[in-house]
Nanobody, 124 residues
């Protein structure tokens, strides 16, 4: 089992920045990919970004490319999402997720473990 706890969400004005963190514990050695997803009210959960835990390979949704940066600190078992130039449409609950053997990196069903989420609200 892997436990994930997100932090860093909050209220920010459009154009501002936030950094989300996700602390992982448990059998983290079995984790191959970690990602961030988000879910806005009335919408499906969508892929934001992902990173391979060992090699640092990354993937981003088109909507956040150039604004968001995913990174990880393997020694601290922590995943980060630096969010810059935030827009009102970035408002959502952001979830951290971990996958052991994903077929893709962008589908929710590829991920085995999920955090409880952290709210990000961007005011326009």
């Amino acid at each position: 089992q892997v436990q994930l706890v997100e932090s860093g969400g909050g209220l920010v004005q459009a154009g501002g920045s936030l950094r989300l963190s996700c602390a992982a514990s448990g059998r983290t050695s079995s984790t191959y990919v970690m990602g961030w997803f988000r879910q806005a009210p009335g919408k499906e959960r969508e892929f934001v970004a992902a990173i391979s835990w060992s090699g640092g390979r990354t993937s981003y949704a088109d909507s956040v490319k150039g604004r968001f940066t995913i990174s990880r600190d393997s020694a601290k078992n922590t995943l980060y999402l630096q969010m810059n130039s935030l827009k009102a449409e970035d408002t959502a609950v952001y979830y951290c997720a971990a996958a052991r053997a994903p077929r893709t990196w962008v589908r929710t069903y590829d991920y085995d473990y999920w955090g409880q989420g952290t709210q990000v609200t961007v005011s326009s």
